[in-house]
């Protein structure tokens, strides 16, 4: 099946530094991926989509002059959470979307990045 | 926008029952389902899916059904196992929305000896 990773799968920093964040599909080329914000016991929640080569759309309320979305290859996408405070601590995952044939395409999610800021 | 019901948020049965979980949603226009388990942790993964021209889809112990009038689907898992603990969380996804999923709010699945 599709693979996506993500790195670091965890990280700890001080309030007010700023943390980046890859997702990489391993074995497709993914025009599209997600970025999702997952906080203790809650379902996951959609932060922005990212496109290859253009600018991410970001869902209402979640600031994109925070959180930098650069989608430079056709594998490689990147959340930067900038300036971090802890109320930005949470589970960071990213999804990929499979091309396919049908209209609907199927995503798969990376690992995961719990993000811990001090 | 899409907004995704999922009922119960907790259920708890014992080996070898089967389990349903519940999920409504708001616009009619969506015409992909899928679900979600995801171990404490771990990343979402896809266990089945289904699609609006689609009323049932079955895989081994897995089965998905939909009802368009209505505008609810659900997950049916027979012969539970204790690796079926998990939370599952069932999504929607809004054709000409750039495939975005809206998620329901998860269960948490928990299959005792």
């Known amino acids: 099946g599709a693979v996506v990773s993500q790195h670091p799968s965890r990280v700890i920093c001080k309030s007010g530094t700023s943390v980046k964040i890859e997702c990489r599909s391993l074995d497709f080329q993914a025009t599209t991926m997600f970025w999702y914000r997952q906080f203790p016991k809650q379902s996951l929640m959609l932060m922005a989509t990212s496109n290859e080569g253009s600018k991410a759309t970001y869902e209402q309320g979640v600031e994109k002059d925070k959180f930098l979305i650069n989608h430079a290859s056709l594998t490689l996408s990147t959340l930067t959470v900038t300036s971090a405070h802890p109320e930005d601590s949470s589970f960071y995952i990213c999804?990929?979307?499979?091309?396919?044939?049908?209209?609907?395409?199927?995503?798969?999610f990376g690992p995961g990045t719990r993000l811990l800021v001090l | 926008g899409e907004n995704v019901e999922q009922h119960p948020s907790t259920l708890s049965v014992q080996e070898g029952d089967s389990a349903v979980i519940k999920c409504t949603y708001s616009?009619?226009?969506?015409?992909?389902f899928p679900w979600y388990k995801q171990e404490l942790g771990k990343r979402p993964q896809l266990i089945i899916d289904?699609?609006?021209?689609?009323g049932e889809k079955k895989d081994q112990r897995i089965a998905v059904t939909l009802n368009k009038t209505a505008k609810h689907f659900s997950l049916h898992i027979t012969e539970t196992q204790p690796e079926d603990s998990a939370v599952y969380f069932c999504a929607a996804s809004l054709r000409g929305g750039g495939n975005k999923l809206t998620f329901g709010t998860g269960t948490q699945l928990k299959v005792e000896l």
């Open positions: 616009d009619s226009a969506s015409n992909y």
């Open positions: 999804s990929a979307r499979v091309p396919g044939t049908g209209i609907q395409e199927t995503q798969y």
């Open positions: 289904i699609r609006s021209n689609v």
